[in-house]
């Protein structure tokens, strides 16, 4: 039902021939991550080798798979690429809107109540455009992809920092934001810098209590939180084969803490074994056949050092359960010095609540381990100390753990099983007593436990560790327990050891689900409506953005002049907020409210040159918008780093924003610019930040031989009656152009399919 095993056949048709380009073109032989991006440029066959870390490329990602939360406005875009489908294979899941509170049902009601009309909005869309849609409860959008559309060589995209997940199946799979899924659903380019390429050789093998969340847990602490930014990790060795599918993608999962770009795993028979154990015999003989290209050719591993940037190697036989925090992923412990740390850094040793699931970890092997340490509670008399709750990755996951006694096990410890959700993981987690804020630990098998991360208290440290490890752990409800050689007393006064935890890779009956939550679009979409409320406070359709009326823009006051660090987070906060992404004005009370005013260094507070007094900055600017003035935002260095959020761009062109001229951009924020139909220019001078004032005028005087290359000259008219002219560059290329002129990118999109 939700695979598409053409499109597959496709993908390996044409790699043997680029990857064998390829190796010609690099000159040597390739790592995995390498055969795959060749495989995937969206010129098609390589003509050139490209230079790690340096060259920005175009791919043709094979799929996109967007979650609730970022799809509203990805899709609400969609709609104006003028299409009546979407150009590659796309799933929407609504996982991140689910709030867990009581129990999956209850809160699953809840959260049908509360969001209703964004998942009747989102079914609508995907059912109109051709894109599958699985319904709130189905599941977590990287488990599901996982169980249904990853493929070993393949490449994708998410509107999800953890897409990177579905590398335990092979693939390139890659977090992006809105925008970009909005270009590839549109039949766009997808560009990337060539990532670098860590590699990480597994030798031994896991046994006893060390599970492959250990293996990310101990390269979190070597690369830290920052050292796989612009880097593929590629795993590999007897250790990687030995390992099931469901943890390799955890692994993956967790390599966004470490910044990476993504990570991945080579083709081997774990993978195999997962492809036909979830119902895909056909992909698993189709990737069979094409083994080699689906892993690094023999000399790369053999001499790893030589093929890789940086070469990380991890003994499995020697690695120690970890638990890794709190306030930070890369703060790794080993279990049988966590007392130690805890008492020298006065963490509260007494385990409030032990969480197993998400994302990360909810696979059936997870679960079944976590369920022998379970049993064995019971059987032993021991009554855990800490709550427990459980959040299934999936639909199918839940109904087969059912099935199998493993919930029936879990009720007997007293535990809560939440809806197969995000919930905690994203801070969806209504937890009783939060708001007092007291100081407390809690341990979890998520990927993320920043300061608020799970609860929302600044005060809960949050420990992450594998879901057999948090089970123990929860039982003791002790943070320095240490099972591999510490006793527990039982309700009988007696002291009791728990055994290591026993598993299975697949269900051992296979899975079995009764309602797996899709729904198929519809197979001729054009009559289906979208509809979304005109009263709606959450959604709103969007209007086309004006085209450029071709004149030079004359008379734009300054909005504000941004200090210092200005990330895409104070352009457009989160927290809040997030309920309007699918409502642009909404949303747009937020632009740059969190940017601080280079005139009086305070936020949110900038001079509305009408009238001479201070307000807020969507309130200044709407004030322009009314009186038909355009309007400049002035920056510093790096300007809109940190997300790809593409409402930090879309909220100052629909307020009317025409410029946005700093000393330099962040580029992910620069090209979202761009593709929104606004002016993207940097200093020539830096210095001539020093030179704007609070009340300047600007004038764009040549603006109409706007081309690639070519300055644009700006008059700063000063309210002493003294001008500065200054000189901007800009990186516009002929076709960026073409989107300012049409107004935006999907105006441009739009018009070449209406032609
Ligand atoms: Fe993300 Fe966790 Fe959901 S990391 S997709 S929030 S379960």
């Known amino acids: 039902m939700a695979f598409d095993i053409e499109m597959i056949k496709k993908v390996y048709g044409s790699m043997a021939e680029r990857v064998d380009k390829a190796r010609g073109l690099v000159g040597r032989p390739l790592t995995l991550s390498e055969k795959i991006l060749y495989s995937h440029l969206w010129d098609g066959t390589p003509t050139r080798a490209f230079t790690r870390g340096k060259d920005y490329v175009d791919f043709a990602p094979d799929r996109v798979a967007c979650q609730d939360a970022t799809a509203q406005m990805a899709l609400l875009q969609f709609m104006h690429a003028g299409k009546s489908k979407v150009a590659v294979p796309t799933t929407v899941h609504c996982d991140h809107l689910i709030q867990a509170k009581i129990d999956a049902k209850a809160d699953l009601k809840r959260a049908k109540e509360q969001s209703n009309e964004v998942f009747d909005f989102l079914s609508s869309i995907s059912n109109k455009y051709g894109i599958g849609f699985w319904k709130p409860g189905a599941g977590i959008i990287h488990q599901v992809v996982l169980e249904n559309y990853a493929f070993p060589g393949g490449m994708m995209i998410g509107t999800d920092s953890h897409t990177v997940n579905a590398g335990g199946l092979g693939m390139v799979a890659i977090g992006v934001g809105g925008a970009d899924a909005v270009d590839v659903m549109s039949g766009m380019a997808w560009e990337l810098k060539f990532p670098k390429l860590i590699g990480v050789k597994l030798t031994g093998k896991l046994s006893g209590w060390t599970a492959p969340k250990d293996v990310i847990l101990k390269v979190a602490g070597i690369l830290t939180v920052k050292g796989g930014t612009g880097a593929i990790i590629e795993y590999f060795g007897e250790g990687a084969r030995a390992m099931s599918c469901t943890g390799k993608a955890t692994i993956c999962n967790m390599g966004a803490e470490v910044g990476a770009t993504t990570s991945t795993f080579g083709y081997d028979e774990s993978m195999d074994r997962y492809l036909r154990g979830t119902n895909?015999?056909?992909?698993?003989?189709?990737?069979?056949?094409?083994?080699?290209?689906?892993?690094?050719?023999?000399?790369?591993?053999?001499?790893?050092?030589?093929?890789?940037?940086?070469?990380?190697?991890?003994?499995?036989?020697?690695?120690?359960?970890?638990?890794?925090?709190?306030?930070?992923?890369?703060?790794?412990?080993?279990?049988?010095?966590?007392?130690?740390?805890?008492?020298?850094?006065?963490?509260?040793?007494?385990?409030?609540?032990?969480?197993?699931?998400?994302?990360?970890?909810?696979?059936?092997?997870?679960?079944?381990?976590?369920?022998?340490?379970?049993?064995?509670?019971?059987?032993?008399?021991?009554?855990?100390?800490?709550?427990?709750?459980?959040?299934?990755?999936?639909?199918?996951?839940?109904?087969?753990?059912?099935?199998?006694?493993?919930?029936?096990?879990?009720?007997?410890?007293?535990?809560?099983?939440?809806?197969?959700?995000?919930?905690?993981?994203?801070?969806?987690?209504?937890?009783?007593?939060?708001?007092?804020?007291?100081?407390?630990?809690?341990?979890?098998?998520?990927?993320?436990?920043?300061?608020?991360?799970?609860?929302?208290?600044?005060?809960?440290?949050?420990?992450?560790?594998?879901?057999?490890l948090v089970t123990a752990l929860a039982i003791a409800g002790d943070l320095g327990f240490n099972p591999m050689t510490d006793k527990l007393i039982n309700e009988d006064g007696e002291e009791v050891m728990l055994d290591e935890p026993t598993g299975w890779e697949l269900p051992p009956k296979g899975f079995s689900v009764e309602d797996a939550g899709y729904q198929a679009p519809a197979e001729d979409g054009s009559k289906v409506q979208v509809v979304v409320s005109p009263a709606s406070e959450r959604l709103q359709l969007l209007a086309p953005f004006e085209p450029w009326n071709g004149q030079n823009i004359t008379g734009a006051r300054l909005l504000i002049k941004a200090f210092g660090k200005c990330t895409t987070d104070h352009i457009s906060m989160a927290g809040p907020w997030l309920r309007f992404r699918g409502h642009l004005d909404n949303i747009s009370n937020n632009m740059l409210i969190g940017a601080v005013n280079a005139f009086n260094m305070k936020t949110n507070s900038v001079k509305n040159q009408l009238t001479g007094a201070y307000d807020a900055v969507p309130a200044v600017q709407r004030a322009y918008k009314a009186a038909g003035i355009p309007s400049v935002v002035v920056g510093d260095h790096n300007y809109g780093e940190g997300s790809s959020r593409e409402h930090a761009a879309m909220e100052p062109r629909h307020l009317g924003v025409r410029v946005v001229l700093v000393k330099s951009f962040a580029r992910i924020h620069e090209t979202n610019l761009k593709k929104q139909g606004m002016l993207a220019l940097t200093f020539n001078d830096e210095a001539d930040y020093d030179k704007i004032q609070e009340n300047d005028i600007f004038n764009f005087v040549d603006l109409k031989e706007f081309a690639p290359g070519k300055p644009i000259t700006i008059e700063v008219i000063h309210d002493n009656g003294t001008t500065d002219t200054i000189i901007a560059n800009h990186s516009y290329n002929e076709g960026q152009i073409g989107w300012f002129v049409a107004g935006s990118a999907l105006n441009l999109i739009a018009a070449a399919g209406a032609a």
Not at 289 to 315: G, K, R
Not at 361 to 372: A, G, L, P, T, V
Request: hydrophobic residues 35%; charged residues 25%; negative net charge.
């Open 280 to 468: 895909r015999a056909d992909v698993a003989d189709a990737a069979a056949a094409m083994a080699p290209y689906l892993t690094a050719d023999p000399e790369v591993y053999a001499n790893p050092e030589q093929y890789f940037d940086q070469l990380i190697e991890i003994n499995l036989s020697e690695l120690e359960p970890h638990l890794n925090g709190p306030f930070t992923p890369d703060l790794a412990t080993p279990i049988s010095k966590m007392r130690e740390e805890a008492i020298k850094n006065d963490w509260p040793l007494n385990i409030e609540v032990g969480l197993i699931g998400s994302c990360t970890n909810s696979s059936y092997e997870d679960i079944s381990r976590s369920e022998s340490l379970a049993k064995q509670a019971v059987a032993k008399k021991l009554k855990p100390k800490s709550k427990f709750t459980i959040t299934p990755g999936s639909e199918l996951v839940r109904y087969t753990i059912e099935r199998d006694g493993f919930i029936n096990t879990f009720d007997n410890i007293g535990a809560t099983v939440f809806a197969n959700a995000c919930g905690p993981c994203i801070g969806m987690w209504d937890r009783e007593g939060a708001e007092k804020e007291e100081r407390n630990t809690i341990v979890h098998s998520f990927n993320r436990n920043f300061s608020k991360r799970a609860d929302g208290n600044p005060n809960t440290l949050a420990f992450v560790g594998s879901p057999e």
